[in-house]
């Protein structure tokens, strides 16, 4: 008889996880607390625009692609896919903007412009990262920590002094080139996993190197495509998605999971999968505390959090012209910026994000009309130390608007506003129950990586996996489908060797 299993969450990585245990032979039932699918992977809808809620830049297709592939369906009939060129544009101050390519015959006379000096550190800085790379993805993403002689073994110790990751982003990037707006280029890309490029262990300096060498791309109707994808798929290979259905608690019996209560009602499965943020999971999903172990509340209230966002949603009734995909804004003073936005302060001078899909989907928003999605880095409510209310975000409404009159072709957004939707780190919290809000999960410092982060086994529990954000390898699409991959396959090894 088919296994069955319990899928606590329809974000990226529990559709990821089901698409791959439906297609090897198990009954998957996915329960999502929302009304829709995809968790931050979600869509805003209204008047005709649309906005992706959370995720919109796509790195590394190929993962993306595989989730179907690994189903034997051809992802093309699922996804559309472009490669966007430019990747986006740079602004520094008010006048000085860069559009940056992945295109080498673009990218080099503007590296050369800076000077012959930088563009060769700038090649170097590629060749260096690639290497690091290499061993990031095949001694580390891609592995699963079961146990503390997976990490603690001379292979893998050498491997790790290899990552040389002890520096930050930052200064790891200023070894390479001295131009400062080339160094901020390099760097600014661990904001999109929540940490300070300051503080951020300098490995995720492959970022900008991903961006590059395998380009930034645009799926058709925005990320929440790809949720809608997986869903679709899932329904193709027998499994049930049940959305409106919190889960209440994970059932233990003797270490071992057996089953899930959702609407006040006990349901059994075999093994159980987590999507849900981990430090939500076991703090509010594992009631009884001997099952906890480590992770007691203390412990996981004692966790650094990654940072969160202030997010508008714009429907503009005109076109904007002088504006690329995806347009980056900087602070005057970036480093003030960091700072606030890593001790609790809601930084006055922001760096902005503006993604207008738009501009190359015209499905986006109506005819002569323009969907924005403008982000800002703000705290995660931990560290903020308290949430937000309407009259902080109708002030940090005012501080946004007023920094894109300094931004091309953003200037005069505000008069030409049609639908405005804001989420703060409240509505991540509230919504997808993402822990303080921090959009990102867990920090990936380096006592919250690789081995030491949550692992996709639990490490307590029989028959109990994790996936998503907070656990390993860490956040963003193409990592969490990652963590999907290596629950499941967890799963099945310990299925095989239960027979
Ligand atoms: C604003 C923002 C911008 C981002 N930008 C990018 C980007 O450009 N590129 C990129 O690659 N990544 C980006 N990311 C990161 C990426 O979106 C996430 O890492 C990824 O989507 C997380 O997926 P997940 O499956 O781990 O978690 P989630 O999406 O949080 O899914 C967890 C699901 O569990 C559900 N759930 C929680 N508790 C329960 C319960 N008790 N019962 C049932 N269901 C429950 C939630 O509702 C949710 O649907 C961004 C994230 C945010 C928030």
């Known amino acids: 008889m088919k296994k069955s299993i319990a899928i606590i969450g329809a974000g990226a990585a529990g559709l990821a996880s089901a698409v791959r245990l439906l297609k090897d032979g198990y009954n998957v039932d996915i329960y999502e607390k929302e009304k829709t699918v995809g968790g931050k992977m979600n869509r805003i809808e209204e008047k005709g625009f649309k906005f992706d809620v959370g995720p919109t830049i796509v790195m590394m297709p190929e993962v993306y692609r595989e989730v179907f592939e690994y189903a034997g369906k051809n992802p093309d009939d699922y996804i559309s896919m472009e490669r966007l060129d430019p990747i986006y544009s740079l602004q520094y101050g008010i006048n000085e903007r860069y559009t940056v390519s992945s295109d080498l015959t673009k990218l080099t006379p503007f590296l050369e412009s800076l000077s012959e000096k930088d563009a060769e550190g700038y090649f170097k800085y590629i060749y260096s990262t690639y290497k690091r790379y290499l061993i990031a993805k095949n001694y580390f993403i891609e592995k699963s920590f079961r146990s503390a002689k997976d990490f603690y073994n001379p292979e893998m110790l050498v491997k790790a002094l290899q990552l040389k990751t002890f520096n930050n982003a930052y200064n790891e990037i200023s070894k390479y080139v001295k131009d400062e707006k080339l160094r901020k280029m390099l760097s600014f890309q661990t904001l999109y996993i929540g940490i300070s490029p300051h503080n951020g262990p300098s490995i995720y300096t492959i970022i900008p190197m991903i961006e590059t060498i395998y380009g930034v791309w645009y799926i058709k109707g925005g990320m929440y495509s790809m949720a809608q994808g997986m869903a679709k798929l899932i329904k193709e290979l027998g499994g049930n998605i049940y959305t409106d259905s919190p889960v209440e608690e994970i059932i233990i019996n003797s270490g071992k999971a057996t089953g899930i209560k959702t609407n006040g009602i006990n349901k059994n499965y075999d093994y159980i999968i987590a999507n849900s943020d981990f430090p939500y999971t076991m703090k509010n999903l594992i009631k009884d505390i001997k099952n906890k172990r480590k992770y007691t509340d203390k412990k996981i209230d004692s966790m650094d959090y990654s940072c969160s966002v202030f997010l508008m949603y714009l429907g503009i009734n005109k076109k904007v012209h002088s504006a690329e995909v995806h347009n980056i804004s900087f602070a005057d003073d970036f480093e003030k910026n960091i700072s606030d936005i890593f001790e609790g302060i809601d930084p006055k001078d922001p760096s902005v994000y503006v993604h207008v899909p738009s501009k190359i989907d015209p499905g986006m928003a109506p005819e002569g009309k323009e969907s924005l999605y403008v982000l800002v ?102 990592i969490v489908l990652t963590s999907a991959k290596l629950a499941v396959s967890e799963l099945e090894k310990d299925d095989r060797d239960s027979l």
């Open 377 to 478: 880095p703000v705290p995660e409510l931990k560290t903020r130390g308290k949430k937000w209310t309407q009259e902080d975000i109708k002030n940090y409404k005012k501080i946004v608007y007023n920094k894109m009159k300094s931004m091309k072709g953003f200037e005069n957004t505000e008069n030409f506003v049609e639908v405005e939707k804001i989420y703060t780190p409240n509505d991540f919290e509230e919504k997808f129950n993402a822990y303080n809000g921090a959009t990102f999960g867990l920090a990936p410092t380096l006592m919250q990586s690789n081995y030491f982060r949550p692992h996709n086994k639990s490490s307590y529990t029989d028959n109990l996996y994790f996936c998503g954000s907070s656990v390993h390898p860490g956040a963003g699409v193409p």
